[in-house]
């Protein structure tokens, strides 16, 4: 059976999805606007002028960062910017941020879905792409602050005869495992949301190389009562697997500190912290993705002004937590009368990295609290200038909390200052050429928003009564 049938869809679909909530799709479209739509920025003959130029840019970054890394293998890590009391610095300062963006993906579709949240429908394909592209950004770090790259794989519990076993003790292997997990599990549940828009690319392309290809990925899907029964319970089953990650994975990233004792690191408050955090840098990039997306493909009926009001009110909730995070740090480092906690903390506050202090108060605290104003949410261009900001202001707090904890430690005479390289950008800018040319890829390629359930929401529109979706539907 066609997977554009709207009988077969809706009967499988809505008898295990109710739909409930908000209205989150502009009133009068069909079914067949729906698949159009969507469907028709993947199936078009030719490439945009835009995309090239926008795909051109993104390419010639990530050969900047080929580059980089071929002279890094070939010279070594000493290429750097790190020294003896900043072991640490631009590599692990970029994994955390990578990690902390890929965050938003995991929350929009696994959590909001197992909530019944509706408004996560026209966002979630694209952030979950998001995630997997900032995850193998991520990943890049601390492969390669090892060094010896071509022997990653002494990290990996495998027998051998040489006796070797990973040190479990070691932050990298924690990070090892926390980030091939996610990676696993993200890249599951985004595979198996796009099945039934595979299938509907497949039947819908006039290229035979693109019905082959999509109908291989579509795995033999019809649409049938029995496909929709067994998609929906791997999906619920990934997403219920999915949402304990959101929480573990930063987690684990915030134990690379605090199971330490350098000051600054040493704090029980850091995995709730770096989650919170993660959150808010995420969905900051959602938007920063989704606002000039939704203008180039003329998507405002499909990620509406509520799509961008509702993230801009969770971006603001979670940078609260991180300003409380902020506080509490000034807090401990007081109230414990601890010398040592004091002094990092002053150091921070009027160091010589004060200005990053600073800035990234300015960035997480001061400027995103023009978000309480309906009138900024309401606002596509502000907030996509505040979605920036954040992000700069999150890389900020990465690397005041490594490097001015790192380059001033309990001896003076081990005191120095840290300096990034010329490798150090190049590399760090072409982690984005990387993320940014994966990203044009997928949106060429594949739907960026779900298109069967954006058709659920329309089958629970009546025309004569276009807030229909605002009322829970009773099966």
């Known amino acids: ?237 990934l997403a219920a697997l999915a949402t304990p990650l959101v929480v573990s994975v930063h987690t684990i990233v915030g134990f690379d500190f605090a199971t330490s004792v350098i000051p600054g690191w040493h704090n029980t408050m850091f995995p709730p912290y770096f989650v919170a955090g993660a959150v808010y840098s995420g969905f900051a990039m959602v938007l920063t993705l989704a606002i000039p997306i939704r203008k180039v493909y003329r998507l405002e009926d499909f990620i509406t002004a509520k799509h961008l009001d509702n993230m801009a009110k969770v ?35 009027f160091g010589p990295y004060a200005w990053s202090y600073w800035a990234l108060i300015a960035c997480n605290i001061a400027i995103p609290q023009l978000l309480w104003s309906h009138r900024i949410r309401a606002n596509p261009a502000i907030l996509f200038v505040i979605s920036i900001i954040v992000n700069v202001g999150m890389w900020l707090e990465r690397f005041v909390i490594i490097v001015t904890s790192l380059h001033r430690d309990f001896l003076p005479a081990s005191w120095g200052m840290y300096y990034p390289s010329t490798y150090d950008w190049t590399m760090y800018i072409g982690t984005l050429g990387l993320f940014f040319s994966l990203l044009f890829i997928f949106i060429r390629v594949l739907p960026m928003i779900s298109i069967f359930e954006m058709r659920e929401l329309v089958e629970h529109m009546s025309p004569d009564e276009p807030d229909a979706q605002s009322k829970p539907v009773k099966h």
């Open 1 to 237: 059976m066609p997977t554009d049938s709207p009988k077969t869809s809706s009967t499988a679909a809505s008898a295990d999805i109710p739909v409930a909530g908000t209205p989150v799709l502009a009133p009068g479209h069909t079914y067949a606007t729906v698949t159009d739509h969507i469907s028709s920025i993947v199936l078009q003959k030719g490439l945009p002028r835009g995309w090239i130029i926008g795909f051109s840019i993104s390419f010639m970054l990530l050969m900047v960062f080929l580059y980089t890394i071929c002279h890094l293998v070939a010279t070594g890590i000493g290429v750097w910017g790190l020294n003896v009391p900043v072991g640490w610095g631009f590599d692990i300062i970029n994994f955390v941020w990578w990690v902390g963006i890929g965050h938003a993906g995991t929350l929009i579709s696994a959590v909001l879905l197992l909530v019944r949240q509706d408004w996560r429908t026209s966002i979630n394909r694209f952030a979950e792409a998001m995630t997997l592209f900032a995850v193998a950004c991520a990943g890049m770090f601390p492969l390669f602050h090892m060094g010896r790259v071509w022997l990653c794989y002494w990290v990996f519990p495998y027998p051998n005869t040489m006796g070797i076993w990973p040190q479990f003790r070691s932050a990298l292997i924690w990070d090892v495992f926390a980030i091939s997990t996610y990676a696993t599990v993200s890249a599951l549940f985004w595979y198996v949301g796009l099945v039934p828009d595979l299938a509907t690319l497949r039947d819908r392309a006039k290229n035979k190389i693109s019905q082959f290809v999509y109908g291989m990925l579509a795995l033999g899907w019809r649409g049938s009562a029995r496909h929709w029964h067994r998609y929906h319970t791997a999906y619920l089953l």
């Open 315 to 349: 971006m603001l909730a979670t940078g609260l937590m991180v300003a409380y995070g902020y506080a509490m740090e000034a807090f401990f480092a007081w109230y414990s009368a601890n010398t040592y906690e004091a002094y990092m903390q002053l150091n921070r506050m």
